[in-house]
């Protein structure tokens, strides 16, 4: 299928360069091409109209390109405009009140889960996640959550579709064991995982939905083992879970 004469190319290139300092501190301009996709020579062209314009700077002896500070307002206006983020504000702060622990918002884009706001507790030091860090949908509650929104067709492509990586001993693997953990999020109106990304992490989570019935969003809670454990998790933080993500949708 022939490209569309609209899709403009070189901004194309310039975005993917963007999106591949999203694994790198800094890179030098073969990285850059080798990560971006691109040859060198579009690379340094790329490159050089992103530092002129001051998305990315060469500071230092070594000349490795990095992300400026500059890039964060690309991502400004969403965070700050998006209505569902302003509606779920308060929620997760009255949330983050009634269980004392780590209260995250997560939006999911593709196979990934994409952390937007996130309210840390104070009782430990918990796992360094900024805002836009991407989780797999299939080993976090908050995907899963999201999963068990979606109509069962689309949720049984996605899975099938997924690429499945063992991040702890206890990720799950299986398709039909992610199935039926599923099935049970359905059922129960809400998600968990246990050490399945983050060792000594369990989450729950429960997912918001827009006005048609469709899951945009998920609210999820953190807690460190073994101060807590699964059974207890689901059974006090999971209700939680649930009535936050509903008071979202309903805002």
């Known amino acids: 299928m022939s490209e569309s004469p609209l899709f403009i190319q070189s901004l194309e290139k310039g975005l993917r360069v963007l999106e591949s ?23 340094q062209r790329v490159a050089h109209t992103l530092e002129r314009l001051g998305y990315i700077n060469r500071d230092g002896a070594d000349k490795r390109y990095r992300l400026d500070i500059r890039a964060l307002k690309l991502g400004h206006p969403f965070l700050a405009n998006e209505r569902l983020l302003q509606s ?9 009140q009634e269980c004392e622990e780590s209260v995250n918002l997560s939006i999911p884009d593709g196979n990934e889960m994409v952390f937007v706001m996130r309210i840390p507790t104070f009782k430990h030091i918990p ?61 129960e109106g809400f998600a968990y995982a246990a050490e399945e990304f983050f060792p000594g992490d369990i989450n729950v989570a429960a997912a918001v939905y827009d006005e048609n019935r469709r899951p945009v969003a998920a609210v999820n809670i953190s807690v460190p083992m073994p101060r807590w454990d699964l059974d207890r998790a689901r ?13 979202i949708s309903a805002a």
């Open 21 to 43: 300092f999203e694994h790198h501190e800094s890179m030098t301009l073969q990285q850059i091409a080798q990560a971006a996709n691109i040859n060198t020579s579009s690379a």
């Open 88 to 96: 779920a504000h308060t929620i997760l702060h009255r949330l983050h």
């Open 127 to 187: 796992v360094y996640m900024p805002t836009g860090a991407r989780l797999p949908i299939t080993a976090t509650a908050s995907g899963r959550a999201i999963l068990a929104g979606l109509p069962p067709d689309e949720c049984k492509r996605i899975l099938n579709s997924a690429k499945m990586v063992r991040h702890t001993p206890n990720t799950t693997l299986d398709v039909k064991a992610l199935a039926a953990i599923i099935h049970t999020a359905t059922n």
């Open 235 to 247: 059974h006090e933080l999971g209700p939680m879970a649930r009535r936050a993500a509903r008071a």
